[in-house]
């Protein structure tokens, strides 16, 4: 059993900034890529950074120079700093991370989401 529990979600104002963390646990043998996704309200869910060891990061055109993806691999956590925001950020974001696992083989999951709300 795997599960990832995002935190650092909330409401800013314009201009502000936010850090997501998301914590992997359970029968983990290793991460290969995590990342950010966010899916604001109508709209489909769409990547915003990815993190795989040994490649460069990922940005959305739309995070790029304000988001900043990291990740300590010894408390297997991905984290997402996010400066700059906007209302249009407004959106739940989803931690993602692809397990290997000992039991289940390697896997995609989710976290349950964390809404973050930009006021103009």
């Known amino acids: 059993q795997v599960h990832l529990v995002e935190s650092g979600g909330g409401s800013v104002q314009a201009g502000g900034s936010l850090r997501l963390s998301c914590a992997a646990s359970?029968?983990?043998?290793?991460?290969?890529?995590m990342g950010w996704y966010r899916q604001a309200p109508g709209k489909q869910r769409e990547l915003v950074a990815s993190i795989t060891n040994g490649l460069p990061t990922n940005y959305a055109d739309s995070a790029k120079g304000r988001f900043s993806i990291s990740r300590d691999n010894a408390k297997n956590t991905v984290y997402l700093q996010m400066n700059s925001l906007k209302p249009e950020d407004t959106a739940v974001y989803y931690c993602?991370?692809?397990?290997?696992?000992?039991?289940?083989?390697?896997?995609?999951?989710w976290g349950q989401g964390t809404q973050v709300t930009i006021s103009s």
């Open positions: 359970g029968s983990i043998v290793s991460i290969n890529a």
């Open positions: 993602s991370a692809n397990i290997q696992t000992i039991f289940n083989g390697r896997n995609d999951y």
